[in-house]
Each structure stands twice: as C-alpha cells, then as structure tokens.
C-alpha cells in the first residue's frame, strides 16, 4: 500500500495518506482538494544506524536541522 505526501494549497498543510488507484485525494484537515504531491523518500534504521535515500537528517529540505521539522543530527 502506497504512502504519499502531500501539501495542501488551501490551508497550507503538509500530510500523508494511502492512496489506492485513482483514488482523489483530500485534505485531512480541511478537505481541500487542491493538493500538491512531494516527491518521497525512504528511509531505513538498523543495528548499524539510520540511512535515507533523501542524505540529509531533515524531511522537508536538504539541511541538517530544521526549526520547520524539529529534525535535527
């Protein structure tokens, strides 16, 4: 089942959500229908660490911590 994210162009929100076939999707939070798909990333953790295909720490931009995110290295 694929996951995608999604920014919505009404309220301004970032989201995630299954998506099967052609399925419309919709604003979780304020049902909006004008949606913009991000390209996704993956990311994986073992004994040995955490790896992303995205090569940096932050989920919404290249750097290596975020006040948007709270992600942080």
């Known amino acids: ?12 929100k ?3 959500t299954l998506v099967f076939g052609d399925q419309k999707v919709t604003c979780p939070t304020c049902n909006g229908t004008k949606v913009k798909k ?5 990311s994986h953790k073992s004994d040995e660490g955490f790896s992303s295909s995205q090569g940096s720490s932050c989920g919404s931009c290249s750097a290596t911590s975020c006040s948007s995110c709270g992600s942080s290295s």
């Open 14 to 16: 970032d989201f995630e």
């Open 1 to 12: 089942m694929p996951i995608f994210e999604y920014h919505c162009m009404k309220c301004d």
């Open 38 to 42: 991000f390209l996704s990333t993956f």
